[in-house]
C-alpha cells in the first residue's frame, strides 16, 4: 500500500435510524489540492492562482472536443485529455468532422487501460503530471449551471457504494430543479434481493438528506434493468427542459447516459441514435465535460456530466490498477466468517468474547461487547479476505496503513435479526450485522484508512444468511 494512507484524516461518519454524528473533522493541506489544466474551454478562471491553465501554442487547435470525454482536442500534449495527432485532426477538420474525433486516452480507456485524467485529491501526482490533469474542482464548477437553469436532474448512487456515492447537499448543485434519484448496478445485489425494498430504503436515505426526489429507481446499464422506466419518466417530466446526469464519480453515469440514449431512440425513433457515445470505463473520473447529446425530438439536450470527486471515497486514495481490482465481476455473495461465540468456542472461553475481523489489510471491525448470538456477513469484492482474532489493542500496526479509530458506537437492540450495516466508502459491499437475541446492546468500533469515511447505517434489505 502506498504510504499517503497517512496523509489525512477525514471523519468517520455513523448512521443509524434517528441521527447522523461526524466525528474527527479535521483537514490538512493537501486537501486543497489544485492542478494545472490542458483544457482552456473550462468554467474555472486560468487565472486563479489555484488553477494555472498551460499556455497553448498557436498550432494548437482549439475547435472540437472528444465525443468520449468532452476534452477539448489539442494536439501538444500526448499524455493529456484531447489528444489526437495532428494528422488525423486535419483530416476530421477539412472534411467538417471534428465531433467524430475520439482522443487517445479514451481509446486507451475503451481497451481497458486505467488512465488518469483529473489529478488526484491525496496530492500524490507529480509536478509532470498535474501539468496534464483537470482538477475535482474545475470539474464540480462545470455543474455551476445546473442551479441556474430550468432542468431535470437524474442523480445516480452507487448500489454497491450507496453511503459513500450519495452526494450531499444535493440542492446546492441543482437549485430548485425537480430530481430523479437512480440506484446503479442493481444487478450486482445479492441473489434474491427485493429491488422494491431496496428502493424505499434509498428512499429513506435520501430523506435524510433533505431531498425529495420526484421518484426512485433501480437500474442496471449491463442488464439493461429499470432503463426503459426512467427513460419514460424523464421523457414525460421534462417538458421541452434539458436533463443532466448527475452523480459521484464511478457511479455508471457515462454508461447509463449510454442506455438512456438507445431506449429514448425506441420512444422518439425520429430522432435516430447517435453514432458516438461517451465512453464508459473502470477509471474514476473518464468524463472531464459536459457532453451534449441532441436526444429529444422536440427539444432539449441530455447532459453526461463529470462525476463529483468525493475525498472521502476509497477509489481517490488507492492506485487506480488496484481500484479496478475491487470491482465486482458478478453478484456480491456473502462471507460468514466464524462469529464471536464460535471463536470463543474454539479458544475454550466458554463464551461469546470480544472480536476483531480484518476485511483486506484496509478495513477493521471490532466487536466490543454484543449478546451471544452475533454474527457478521461480508459482501464485497472477493479479493478481499476477511480473517479474524481476539480483540486487539488500539493500534493500527496490524493494517496495511495507518487507520484512524473511530469511537464506540453503541447500537441499543429491539429485536432479532438484521441490526445494522458497516460500509466503507468508496469500498463497493458492506458488512451486515444480526443477532437473534431481543433485547441488548451491541458495541462495534471501526477502524478505516486515513481519510476514509465508514459508516454504521441501517440495514440494507438483502436476503439474510444464517450459519
Not at 25 to 46: E, K, N
Not at 369 to 398: E, I, K, N, W
Not at 417 to 429: I, N
Amino acid at each position: 500500500m502506498q504510504s499517503s494512507f497517512t496523509r489525512l484524516h477525514a471523519p468517520i461518519i455513523f448512521l443509524n435510524h434517528s441521527n447522523i454524528c461526524r466525528l474527527f473533522p479535521q483537514r490538512t493541506a493537501s486537501q486543497s489540492l489544485r492542478s494545472r489544466v490542458f483544457d482552456s474551454r473550462c468554467t474555472a478562471s486560468t487565472s486563479s492562482p489555484d488553477a494555472v491553465g498551460i499556455e497553448l501554442s498557436e498550432h494548437t487547435p482549439r475547435r472540437g472536443s472528444c465525443y468520449g470525454c468532452g476534452a477539448a482536442l489539442q494536439t501538444e500534449e500526448a499524455a493529456a485529455p484531447g489528444y489526437v495527432s495532428v494528422e488525423k485532426y486535419e483530416e476530421k477538420r477539412r472534411h467538417r468532422q471534428l465531433g467524430t474525433l475520439v482522443c487517445r486516452r479514451c481509446q486507451d480507456l475503451s481497451n481497458g487501460a486505467m488512465v488518469p485524467g483529473v489529478a488526484d485529491v491525496w496530492g500524490r501526482d507529480s509536478e509532470e503530471d498535474l501539468k496534464v490533469l483537470v482538477s475535482p474542482e474545475q470539474l464540480r464548477t462545470q455543474l455551476a449551471r445546473v442551479r441556474e437553469e430550468r432542468a431535470v436532474a437524474v442523480l445516480l448512487v452507487d448500489l454497491l457504494d450507496a453511503s459513500g456515492s450519495f452526494l450531499s447537499r444535493v440542492r446546492d448543485l441543482i437549485g430548485k430543479n425537480p430530481v430523479f434519484l437512480v440506484g446503479t448496478k442493481v444487478d450486482l445485489l445479492p441473489k434474491g434481493t427485493n429491488t422494491e425494498e431496496v428502493a424505499q430504503w434509498l428512499e429513506r436515505s435520501a430523506a435524510q438528506k433533505r431531498l425529495s426526489p420526484i421518484a426512485t429507481f433501480l437500474v442496471s446499464s449491463r442488464t439493461r434493468e429499470g432503463i426503459a422506466q426512467v427513460a419514460k419518466a424523464v421523457r414525460i417530466e421534462r417538458r421541452g427542459r434539458d436533463v443532466y446526469i448527475m452523480g459521484s464519480a464511478n457511479v455508471g453515469k457515462s454508461a447509463f447516459v449510454r442506455c438512456a440514449e438507445c431506449q429514448i431512440i425506441v420512444l422518439e425513433p425520429a430522432i435516430g441514435i447517435a453514432g458516438h457515445l461517451p465512453v464508459e470505463s473502470a477509471m474514476p473520473g473518464t468524463t472531464l465535460q459536459l457532453i451534449a447529446l441532441n436526444t429529444f425530438e422536440a427539444g432539449g439536450t441530455l447532459f453526461d456530466t463529470p462525476g463529483v470527486h468525493l475525498q472521502h471515497r476509497l477509489q481517490h486514495l488507492l492506485e487506480p490498477a488496484l481500484t479496478k481490482q475491487l470491482l465486482p465481476k458478478g453478484k456480491l455473495k456473502p462471507f460468514l466468517p466464524p462469529s464471536p461465540q464460535e471463536l470463543a468456542f474454539q479458544a475454550q472461553l466458554g463464551t461469546s468474547s470480544p472480536t476483531s475481523y480484518f476485511w483486506g489489510g484496509l478495513v477493521r471491525i471490532d466487536i466490543v461487547d454484543a449478546p451471544v448470538s452475533t454474527s457478521l456477513a461480508f459482501y464485497g469484492p472477493r479479493t478481499m479476505r476477511v480473517t479474524s482474532s481476539p480483540l486487539l489493542d488500539d493500534s493500527s500496526d496490524h493494517l496495511s496503513a495507518v487507520s484512524a479509530k473511530s469511537a464506540d458506537v453503541t447500537l441499543n437492540l429491539s429485536g432479532a435479526g438484521p441490526v445494522a450495516d458497516v460500509a466503507v466508502s468508496g469500498l463497493p459491499g458492506w458488512v451486515a450485522i444480526r443477532t437473534e437475541q431481543n433485547g441488548g446492546r451491541l458495541v462495534l468500533r471501526v477502524w478505516a484508512p486515513a481519510g476514509i469515511e465508514a459508516y454504521v447505517r441501517p440495514p440494507l434489505p438483502v436476503p439474510q444468511i444464517v450459519k
